[in-house]
């Protein structure tokens, strides 16, 4: 499905992606592979991509990071979006899906672009902050298990520089974000989450209705 999101009304998700989705045909292929997995649905829409490698590109980002890879479809749109001298630090802890996305970013010529780490990734974001790397990223994005989200966005937040741009996937949960019913770890700390962050002063943010909700945070 070329338009995932729950905001977008069916009867306009056609005309939305033929107008507003541009997809290169090496993200199509990866995504169409994707689709046969389990998991498939953790996958972002061709929208959120190119929204992605517009926002890499605009903020002139060369130092990026993503927390929760699966099989690469933001990397892609990341990397491809990077000058050649930029880089992706890339967090996952999951061989088999970054095995794939391994072998796309090798096709799309941005391996040399991609540093990956198979680990969990408060650890690795851990050791960033302890080698030095404070302040010194331009772009991040997190989607990854939900309960961990608030500690991810604690790290990721002193990672980024000053005028950084965060994106966080999911924060609206389908919708049961705001149903009192749904007391479920995920949501419960997607909730957690998005009270902090409205209430950080270190950060201006607003959400783009976009596939699940996608947060957009501004570190000042
Ligand atoms: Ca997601």
Redesign the pocket.
């Known amino acids: 499905m070329l338009v995932k999101s729950f905001l977008i009304p069916d009867a306009l998700k056609g005309y939305v992606a033929e107008n507003w989705v541009h997809e290169p045909d090496i993200l199509r292929r990866l995504r169409e592979e994707t689709s046969l997995l389990k998991s498939a649905g ?3 829409g061709p929208d959120q991509g190119v929204l992605m490698g517009i926002l890499t590109k605009l903020i002139g980002a060369k130092r990026c990071l993503e927390v ?1 890879v ?1 099989t690469g479809y933001s990397s892609l749109s990341v990397a491809m979006a990077l000058p050649p001298d930029g880089i992706l630090v890339a967090l996952d802890v999951n061989e088999e899906y970054t095995g794939m996305a391994r072998r796309y970013w090798e096709e799309a010529g941005v391996t040399d672009k991609i540093q990956l780490h198979l680990a969990p990734a408060v650890e690795t974001l851990d050791a960033l902050l302890a080698d030095g790397h404070r302040g010194s990223f331009d772009f991040a994005f997190i ?1 990854a298990d939900k309960p961990n989200y608030l500690n991810y966005y604690h790290r990721v937040l002193e990672l980024l520089r000053p005028n950084g741009l965060l994106l966080m ?2 924060v609206l949960w389908s919708g049961r974000i705001a149903d009192p019913n749904h007391v479920d770890p995920e949501t419960t700390a997607l909730r957690e989450l998005n009270a902090f962050v409205h209430e950080d002063d270190r950060v201006e943010a607003c959400l783009i209705p976009i ?2 909700g996608v947060s957009i945070v501004r570190k000042k």
């Open positions: 953790m996958q972002i929760g699966f989607d996937d999911n596939g699940d």
